[in-house]
């Protein structure tokens, strides 16, 4: 999943940043609100961690203006205000959960992942398809009943199909989603990992469209 994070704190903003990466996100982070409206515009993002308190343009304002304008895109919001008023003023605009500063890492991103689950349809944490059980919280693949060992890229490309189980997805699409802006990307990346993932799922569980691009086999 590809993350927008909007946090002009850099210290907290590093650590996030580095805290979803370690757990499977791709993260494009921005510090202030006007280049978050930007990047909004031109990146399918999963979901998006929101600070109130932005230079140019306000998180609340950002929020307000994606829910006018039709974005469902999930949104957690961060905040150092921690009344009532305050959370339902967030709420009311259009975030899907809201977290006070300070947080623990973990729950920001157990929360980060119930909000983009939600907004995918899916009430388990957990996803299936013909044998295989990927559990993206645990980090924890299992196919036929044996658990099975991928890199974060192999992880996050079966998330990304499981999650988008009747679709085509081009290559462009692939990349988009497993690679952040500063992550420099080889040509053939995605055949690479694609590749991998047959070796260890098999042939058919893949397949390709020529000319078009990838989906889950039939």
Known sequence: MRILLVEDDLLLGDGVEAGLRQTGFTVDWIKDGVSARSALEVVDYDGMVLDINLPRLSGLDLLSEIRRAGNALPVLLLTARDTVEDR???????????????????????RLRAVVRRAHGR????????????????????????????TGKEFQLLELFLDNRNKVLSRQQIEEKLYGWNQEVASNAVEVHIHHLRKKLGAQFIRTHRGVGYQLGA
């Not at 919280?137 to 009943?145: F, I, S």
């Open 123 to 150: 009430a388990s944490p957990t996803l299936e398809y013909a044998g295989l059980s990927l559990d993206p919280g645990a980090h924890k693949a299992c196919y036929q009943g044996q658990d099975i060992e991928l």
């Open 88 to 110: 339902i003023l967030g709420l009311d605009a259009g975030a899907d959960d809201y977290l006070v500063k300070p947080f623990a890492l973990g729950e920001l991103v157990a």
